[in-house]
């Protein structure tokens, strides 16, 4: 499975918007979770949402959860993370990531180490 991930980080003052996307390619994109973690300036990489390839039910972080959206289109194997209400704390590198065994709530309560793909990651700052 390899990840191509679309260009849509960037530098955004507090309150903005972005939209990060990933195309996923060599695998059946309904046999995996996919999401996304980021990992802030000297501190652990995070989980912050996900989706079931399989049937799109989609899961937040609580630092996250209602200022971001992750969705999926299969037809195009792509996945999306719309942030929205952007936060100096929101500042950090994003890595689209996938597991076929991760699901729901194991994909915050596992370690960050043991996610079998990844993307290449995407810088995001918040700043005015």
């Known amino acids: 499975l390899r990840f191509s991930c679309r260009a849509g980080g960037g530098l955004v003052q507090p309150g903005g918007s972005l939209r990060l996307s990933c195309v996923l390619s060599?695998?059946?994109?309904?046999?995996?979770?996919i999401g996304w973690f980021r990992q802030a300036p000297e501190k652990e990489r995070e989980a912050i949402s996900c989706i079931g390839g399989s049937d799109g039910t989609t899961y937040y972080s609580t630092s996250v959860k209602g200022r971001f959206a992750i969705s999926s289109d299969t037809a195009k194997n792509m996945v999306y993370l719309q942030m929205h209400s952007l936060q100096p704390e929101d500042t950090g590198i994003y890595y689209c990531?996938?597991?076929?065994?991760?699901?729901?709530?194991?994909?915050?309560?596992?370690?960050?180490?043991?996610?079998?793909?990844w993307g290449k990651g995407t810088q995001v700052t918040v700043s005015s």
């Open positions: 990531a996938a597991d076929p065994a991760r699901y729901g709530s194991t994909w915050f309560s596992l370690s960050w180490r043991g996610v079998d793909y």
């Open positions: 060599g695998g059946t994109f309904e046999d995996y979770t």
